[in-house]
């Protein structure tokens, strides 16, 4: 209460021109959060994009768009929402994406992806996946392989439906090694990354020794899409690129990168 009170007291003494650019600086703050275009961000893929709206990747975007002053706004919601928003021109931007071919002539990705992930094969202990010889990355007929909804994966993974495997979508990379624990799946495809131990998806969906990694099945890169159609699509990229290169430039990437993964 005390200091309370010496604060009102010396605000009260401030020149009147000071106060007036406080308020000034507070209007526009205010104006730059409404005027701010609104981007969609994934909901459940950490460590890159969290549920609260953090995340390796959600940081990377906010750094690049602030280093050209363009102000944005990140709407978090599930992956499926951000693709068909993004798909449908409702929103000029969404990641984190994986290239497609029906992408072509709809979508444009950022030269640099945001990250790098692997498409790695998760199995049952008590059940593995029959291997042979240089043969990783081969099922046997009809195995049921868990995936996640909406979510881009490799050629390696995509060209199995050639060969019989059942593609079964679960809600998240965890829902699908739980269902996997359950025995419902043959195996799991789980995205991993090169900065956290493959068992962090283990940890995080609580199967314990349940479930195992086998092999891995291909790369993905993880990028923001920009659409063609909408009207602030392309700009919005130039000037994406334009600050990404810039924080890659002044080491806001490196000591993001350090920040998240204790490199």
Same mark, same amino acid.
């Given at each position: 209460m005390h200091s309370t009170s010496l604060r009102i007291s010396y605000t009260a003494k401030l020149p009147a021109v000071f106060l007036a650019c406080a308020l000034l600086s507070i209007a526009s703050?205010?104006?730059?959060q409404r005027g701010a275009i609104r981007i969609m961000v994934e909901d459940a893929a950490e460590p890159w994009s969290y549920p609260d709206g953090s995340g390796y990747a959600n940081e990377v975007v906010l750094a690049a768009f602030q280093a050209v002053d363009v102000p944005v706004k990140l709407e978090v919601v599930p992956y499926s929402r951000c693709k068909s928003q993004v798909l449908s021109a409702a929103v000029p931007a969404c990641f984190s994406?994986?290239?497609?071919?029906?992408?072509?002539?709809v979508l444009r990705f950022s030269t640099k992806p945001l990250f790098k992930v692997n498409a790695d094969v998760f199995e049952h202990v008590e059940h593995p996946i029959p291997r $042979?010889? *240089?043969?990783?990355?081969? !099922?046997?007929?009809?195995?049921?392989?868990?995936?996640?909804?909406?979510?881009?994966?490799?050629?390696?993974?995509?060209?199995?439906?050639?060969?019989g495997v059942v593609f079964v979508e679960a809600v998240t990379d965890q829902n699908s090694l739980k269902m996997l624990a359950a025995k419902r799946f043959s195996a799991a495809i789980i995205m991993t990354n090169d900065f956290e131990p493959k068992s962090r998806k283990i940890q995080l969906s609580d199967t314990g020794d349940k479930v195992r990694f086998a092999f891995n099945c291909g790369v993905q890169l993880g990028s923001i899409g920009?659409?063609?159609k909408h009207p602030q699509g392309i700009t919005l990229l130039a000037k994406f690129e334009s600050g990404f290169q810039k924080i890659e430039a002044?080491?806001?990437? $490196?000591? *993001?990168?350090?920040?998240? !993964?204790d490199l």
């Open positions: 703050s205010v104006h730059a994406m994986g290239w497609l071919p029906e992408f072509n002539g $042979k010889l *240089n043969a990783e990355c081969k !099922f046997e007929k009809d195995m049921r392989l868990g995936i996640t909804r909406g979510y881009e994966y490799p050629e390696e993974i995509l060209g199995l439906s050639k060969e920009f659409s063609l002044n080491g806001t990437l $490196k000591k *993001n990168q350090a920040r998240w !993964f």
